[in-house]
């Protein structure tokens, strides 16, 4: 059967709470669309944990800026449900711009700690974006659990933290990246990238690949590992380092010496694309 297309908050709310009465757990899937193999892995872990599996196509505007992407984000929603379908998501929640925002929406959710750096730092008010819509899409969803990737990791820790403070009752999942067989993480930006690029961006993945190895053979000097990096990502001609941070990965603080849990995190510019990627290592005991 296909999964069914809800543009109304109100039917959202009515197909979950029935289903919830037949003693059914909800499962949560929030995207901008545009589905990749990443989504998929993220809609099958729901479908197995949950009864009844939401996923919410939804390009928020409020967590993009001025001068990025979100009138070129791909949209492809036919295509979108077609995936769901096949993976036996049961709704899929499309709801246009106006019935999530009121014409004079003027409450946001702020994370202030965890959000002030990597991605939060190049992009003001991203993370606002990002943590009001979820806040609403879990007011409106009430899922059990909700899914999350970990490509997008500086946001996953957001989440984590927004549910915690603000004692919001969703459990929230984690879920590994997917990556193309040559290593390329999934996205749905990938779809902007020429041939060229392409094979030009696998460096982002060689680099942090090449990072993990460093730690995991003793480097202490964050300063070290992030040199190693860059000289991977700067060697193609055609990417621009937007940031290299090696950072504590549940306080996404600065830490040196390396030790204990290491997110190595990279933002690159790949002509006028942007992508992203991470990866996260344990640093051996200082001896
Ligand atoms: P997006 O549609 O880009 O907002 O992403 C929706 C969800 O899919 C987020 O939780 C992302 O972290 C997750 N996601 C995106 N790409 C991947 C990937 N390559 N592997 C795993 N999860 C992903």
Redesign the pocket.
Known sequence: MMATVVRTKEEIRRLVAAARAEGRRIGF??????L????R??MEQAVAENGFTVLSVFVNPTQFGPAEDFDAYPRQLEADVALATEVGVNVVFAPRADEMYAPDHSTWVQEESLSEGLCGARRPGHFRGVATVCMKLFNIVRPDRA??????YQ??QVIRRLVRDLDVPVEIVP?????DGDGL????RNQYLSSDERRAALAIWRSLKQASALIIGGEKSPRAVADAVRAEIVREGVLRVEYIEIVHAETLEPIAPLEGPILVAVAVHCGSTRLIDNIVVDAPATA
Request: glycine share 10%; net charge positive.
């Open positions: 899937v929030p995207t901008m669309g545009a990749h193999m990443g989504h892995a993220l899914y999350f990737g970990r490509k997008d946001q996953l879920v590994a990246t997917v990556r993480a999934k996205s749905s």
